[in-house]
């Protein structure tokens, strides 16, 4: 194929499944019920992986990587996700507690923006989210370091770890964590076909939330 690729991605659709009403100007003071809003009609309205998040993060020398996660919770101390402590996403948060998420609620053209320190959940909440994986995933998991090289015994690794969760379903793998980012800041951005972009960011202050149109 030839360089560059501007005509190729000049013909991508940016035009919504379908587009949610949202009267921006009734939003409530906090963010939270928004938020409940804006997932509930992602999950309901069969928007695919409604729960990934894009997380990005950086090292202790301001080095960034991103990835997928799933957001498995959201509680009014902020958003919820699991990875292996010892994963580079993991390593970055131990070197750099901080962190940004984005939901992109593609086929109602909708994001969700959250910024925010993170925070190590406790363990059991950690065995819980591992729990909640699938068998093959947390055998894989069970079996060898995230993103480490693959060795050429991965696949007997791997059966290893099939047979010790059938012996003990129980088993947790110490190293998956719980992790919260507790946003200093949250935006909602939803494009409108033909109308343009809508921007709605909730800054914490203190106790409290301000809230501000942005322009698009």
Known sequence: MPFPLADLLSRASTRPTSEPEWDVDAAPDTPWPLVEEWLTAAVDGGVLGAGTAVLATATADGSPSARTVLVNDVTENGFWFATSAESPAGRDLAENPAAALVLHLREQSRQLRVTGAVARGDAGRGAAAFRARGGRSQAITLA??????????????????????????????????????????????QSRHGTGEVRLRYERDGDAWRRARLWP
């Open 144 to 189: 060898g370091r995230q993103s480490e090289p693959l060795p050429d015994d991965a696949d007997e690794r791997i059966a290893a770890a099939v047979q010790r969760l059938e012996q003990d379903p129980g088993s947790v793998d110490p190293r998956w964590t719980a992790y919260l980012v507790a946003p200093a800041e949250i935006e909602f951005w």
